[in-house]
DNA sequence: GACAAAAACTAATCAAATTAGTTACAATGT
DNA sequence: ACATTGTAACTAATTTGATTAGTTTTTGTC
């Protein structure tokens, strides 16, 4: 047992929390160290630098994103379970911007233990679509779509880049509509 | 005259490449000082540090995209304005994906001179939309609508996140259909 | 109670941004 | 041609943050 309740998951969701708050490229190991009541050298025996956490947080990310997206696509199916899908998505990125962020880095960090983060959640996507009336191979592209429109989508929520003051809401609820109608011309009679 | 030929738009071009060929967070003032044959610290008497680097690669990709974009248009209307405008800025941004990086980051530089940057561009594409049979409102719920699946998709692109195998090109064309089937049924009889 | 492992600490190193203060060059007016 | 002046470069120093090395403390186990 360590000698400060300290482990790599408090370091991790603490981060998170602080990601959120400061914006993920203002957070310094010895912030985090301060704020966990630690000296920053010792941040090294959980976790193994700056680089390591940010890839653990977008792990976390993506996996707490695919729970949430899990239960709101729980019984629903077809359009309906696309719409809920994209709702929780955008949820969780606007709720949790600086996470967010960590998330979208997957270039930097292309290994096996990514990879699995980000499947877990397309396979979801794809029972999804499967429910569909759409041939698999135009699900694959639609769920591309799907990803391209909610990560640029959101990551521009995030950095307020919206300056028209038109609302965000109306823009995401039209935007979704848009996109499932244009999915429903892709339909086989 | 500067003893060496060093001015502000060589600096900034020359921060552009370097992003483009090893991605906008491995440039360091040394590196960048180094290849222009000078110090760094000589760099600020034309920059004001790495913050206002980035900021300005920031505007000058902004600038040409809204260049390419114009070219992409100029006369076509409607929808294959639409698709040429989509395809101009796909092609723009996944050509420099560094620089495009930079493009991402409105948040941390808000005010007149990157307001100015962006607006250009929304003044085109608003000009596209303008031709179609949609009411204005919608109009400008469709650009964002846009502009989220064009960064969104462009980002995962430019970070490989596609692990599928599947062919990106026909993602995009279809991505593009999708989108414009869509924003079809929002049009006024 | 002694030992082994883990986790903390302090001290030191390194790299990069930035600032201060100084020197060299290049244009301009006499 | 020469002195003046502003600009742009330089060197040296500072600061901050990540990381590493080496040491000490704590905790669980025998």
Redesign the interface.
Known sequence: MSRNGLDTNRIISRAAQMANEMGLENITLKMLADDLGVKSPSLYNHIDGLDDLKMQLMIYGWNQMEQRIIHAVIGISGYDAIRAGCYAFYEYATENPGLFNAM????KF?NAET?EA??GLFSVLFKVTASLNISE??C???I??L??????????V???????P?S?A??FE??V???????K??EEK
Do not use: C, D, K, P
């Open positions: 979208l880095w997957y270039n292309q990879m980000t499947s191979e135009n694959n592209h639609i591309r779509t990803r391209g429109f909610l990560e640029g989508f959101s990551l521009l995030n950095n307020a880049a919206f300056g028209n038109i965000i109306e823009s039209l935007s509509n848009v996109l499932i109608e244009g999915i011309t892709l």
